[in-house]
């Protein structure tokens, strides 16, 4: 009778692991777009991009100097290589950070001066958006920091490269 008392729990057991294991598929339009701007500072420094990945096996960069807009001469567009464990690697990410889940609640005081930011998740049809860091409650703010740092480092570093040699040169042609 022990024996078979102990084979159940032992079954149960590995059931339960296997249930609790078993992953949720990334759905296949996961995708996601995060902007970011350096906040009110004088045009030479200023500057924003979006980084977009999704969906599917492909990423974005756009970035534009000062307050221009997506019609400035300046801005530069470009496109970088995603794979497919890439997608799963940020979807599984957002997924068990509870991203998707997440009720972002209003801040006691908005941040004033700082950059702003935009993430909007998108997963099973529909639109998930995240606060910007500057609108965010002090207990939000670590949670979404890192994840806008876990997207950057999918941007390779070439294109952060180029994109400061932009603004370096941008810099350098509004202060002659």
């Known amino acids: 009778m022990r024996t078979i008392i102990f084979a159940t729990y032992i079954i149960l057991m590995v059931l339960m692991v ?19 701007n350096t906040g009110s500072l004088p045009p030479e420094h200023r500057y924003d991009y979006v980084i977009t990945i999704g969906p599917g096996a492909q990423g974005e960069f756009d970035y534009v100097p000062g307050y221009g807009d997506e019609n400035d001469e300046n801005r530069w567009v ?45 997963a099973f049809g529909k639109d998930h958006p995240v606060p ?28 952060w490269a180029e994109m400061e040699a932009r603004q370096d040169a941008f810099k350098a042609s509004r202060l002659d």
């Open 18 to 36: 296997a249930c609790t294991a078993a992953k949720v598929e990334m759905p296949d339009d996961f995708a996601l777009t995060f902007s970011w």
């Open 78 to 122: 470009t496109s970088f290589a995603v794979t497919e464990d890439d997608l799963k690697t940020l979807y599984a990410y957002f997924r068990d950070q509870g991203f998707f889940d997440t009720k972002w609640g209003n801040p006691d005081t908005e941040r004033i001066g700082g950059s702003t930011t935009s993430l909007i998740l998108t």
């Open 132 to 159: 910007s860091i500057s609108a965010l409650k002090e207990a939000d703010l670590d949670k979404v920091t890192d994840a806008q740092d876990y997207i950057r480092q999918f941007v390779p570093e070439a294109v």
